[in-house]
T-cell receptor
Framework: DAKTTQPNSMESNEEEPVHLPCNHSTISGTDYIHWYRQLPSQGPEYVIH???SNVNNRMASLAIAEDRKSSTLILHRATLRDAAVYYCILYPSVTFGGGTRVLVKP | DSGVTQTPKHLITATGQRVTLRCSPRSGDLSVYWYQQSLDQGLQFLIQ???????AKGNILERFSAQQFPDLHSELNLSSLELGDSALYFC????????????FGPGTRLTVL
């Protein structure tokens, strides 16, 4: 089964940038790359999404490789509130893996 | 508040029983997705409906079924429940599909005893 591949966990210090990679080598031409995060005891929440070009919003930046087989979510300055599981999900195929648990150290 | 509502919040039932989980999407959203999240597993995609029609299927068991009604709310029916069906069930909605962000509901926690 096709799925995205992410590291199980990553640690960061507060106020430092976090780069979360995602491999999606089987991505189709119509798939958008979405990122969601799930805080403890909550439903996932939208972070950012894109198709081919890099994207920025108030929460994060999304860098998409030229061949679209990988992408990186960038949290510019991690805060303790950014500690969550981050999922890279392809839509409309709904392809995803286990997510990355981000730990932020004060 | 994402604008997606799910009822009930919690459900406790016994093995072999049947339950129905309800999801009301955000106003204007045509697409509804159902996900299961077990304690020891990550998110699993179950099924997607778009404007009343099934659009994509994930790892949904034959004991589970779903539908989307003309008013766009959706129901997930789980039957012949087993202990392993205990999980959080999330519903998400979006305007159409891939090119729109998903809005997730707060989830229904199902406990099968």
């Amino acid at each position: 089964d096709a799925k995205t591949t992410q590291p199980n966990s990553m640690e960061s210090n507060e106020e430092e940038p976090v780069h979360l990679p995602c491999n999606h080598s089987t991505i189709s031409g119509t798939d958008y790359i979405h990122w969601y995060r799930q805080l403890p005891s909550q439903g996932p929440e939208y972070v950012i999404h894109g198709l081919t070009s890099n994207v920025n919003n108030r929460m994060a930046s999304l860098a998409i490789a030229e061949d679209r087989k990988s992408s990186t979510l960038i949290l510019h300055r991690a805060t303790l509130r950014d500690a969550a599981v981050y999922y890279c999900i392809l839509y409309p195929s709904v392809t995803f893996g286990g997510g990355t648990r981000v730990l932020v150290k004060p | 508040d994402s604008g997606v509502t799910q009822t009930p919040k919690h459900l406790i039932t016994a093995t072999g029983q049947r339950v129905t989980l309800r999801c009301s999407p955000r106003s204007g959203d045509l697409s509804v997705y159902w996900y299961q999240q077990s304690l020891d597993q990550g998110l699993q995609f179950l099924i997607q409906y778009y404007n009343g029609e099934e659009r994509a299927k994930g790892n949904i068991l034959e004991r589970f079924s779903a539908q989307q009604f003309p008013d766009l709310h959706s129901e997930l029916n789980l039957s012949s429940l087993e202990l392993g069906d205990s999980a959080l069930y999330f519903c998400a909605s979006s305007v159409t599909g891939g090119d729109n962000e998903q809005f997730f509901g707060p989830g229904t926690r199902l406990t099968v005893l």
